[in-house]
């Protein structure tokens, strides 16, 4: 069992929890991620690493509330507990040799997005990020990407905060301007995540997504994860627990991670709304 050690709302559908998880704290490093379960019958669900602390031995996951286990969590308080935390899982973000990085997130991506952007800054690297919500409200951790970016766009497509516009707007604008990085680095919607990459295609600046699809095990057993990925022309199966979850982005068949993405969307809906409503008669 791991007990939550602190937890704080950052918009009406995204939490913050603490865990206490020494020997996960002990060996977590950015872009790697966990699988919880919430009591002993529950699903389990795949959160990225968005932080930790080795000396308290606690990890730190960011979720939005979308389905059924989500809802579950989020009615935890602080001093209750959790069935299981395993991990990290996959491979850590490759950083060495980096000098300059745009990392570019998009809504509850930006909390996968953020230890990348840590660790860059503490490695000496130059770090412009770009973070975009689709209205102020969904706004999360815009002072957290401040203090550690040299240059910082914060973007909402209605206008209501920030610059209005989709992330690609000031990425494009650096790119027509001459600006280079040595890497630009995207994490959000699939379909934010594709755009950046036909966005940075034509610069040829390696561009790196993060993979996170549907997965049960994280070991690369199930095949839930799997990725079609086109390299040197050929169609190479992969799988974003083991592989992952950071793939070459100008690689991933993103309309097929598109297609899988929705299949259970029905079933998810109706869990969903079977939990909130077993969670309102509880509260009552």
């Known amino acids: 069992m791991y007990r939550i ?9 995204v939490t913050m929890m603490d865990i206490e998880a020494p020997l996960v704290a002990a060996k977590a490093k950015a872009g790697q991620f966990i699988i919880l379960r919430v009591d002993c019958e529950g699903e389990r669900i795949p959160l990225t690493v968005a932080g930790y602390d080795r000396e308290r031995g606690t990890v730190r996951i960011i979720f939005q ?13 602080v001093g209750e507990y959790i069935e299981d935390f395993v991990g990290p899982l996959g491979k850590p ?8 990085v745009c990392i570019v997130g998009g809504g509850v991506g930006c909390a996968i997005a953020l230890p990348v ?21 969904l706004l999360i951790l815009e002072d957290e990407f401040r203090a550690v970016s040299d240059e910082l766009f914060v973007m909402t497509d209605d206008g ?14 650096m790119f027509e301007s001459g600006k280079r990085f040595d890497k630009v680095i ?7 995540m594709k755009f950046v990459v036909a966005a940075t295609r034509p610069t040829g600046i390696p561009c790196d997504v993060s993979m996170n699809p549907i ?26 627990c ?42 009552k």
């Not at 509330?65 to 935890?76: C, D, F, Q, S």
């Not at 973000?93 to 300059?100: H, I």
């Open 242 to 283: 083991v592989d992952g979850p950071d793939f070459n982005g100008y690689e991933v068949d993103f309309d097929e991670a598109m297609s899988r993405g929705r299949m259970y969307s029905s079933f998810e809906r109706h869990a969903y709304e079977s939990t909130c409503n077993l969670l309102n008669k509880e509260v």
């Open 160 to 173: 209501s905060y920030g610059r209005e516009g989709n992330v690609c707007v000031p990425l494009n604008e």
């Open 93 to 100: 973000t490759e950083l060495d040799g980096l000098k300059e």
């Open 117 to 137: 952007a840590m660790a860059l800054k503490e490695a000496g690297c130059k770090v412009t990020s770009i973070i975009g919500f689709r209205n102020r409200d």
């Open 65 to 77: 509330i979308v389905g059924a286990t989500t809802a579950k969590l989020n009615a935890k308080r």
């Open 215 to 240: 997965m049960i095990d994280g070991t690369g057993m199930c095949g839930g994860c799997r990725l079609t990925l086109n390299v040197d022309g050929k169609k190479v199966t992969k799988f974003a």
């Open 5 to 13: 050690v602190n937890k704080k709302s950052l918009n009406p559908t």
């Open 186 to 192: 995207t994490i959000g919607p699939l379909i934010m």
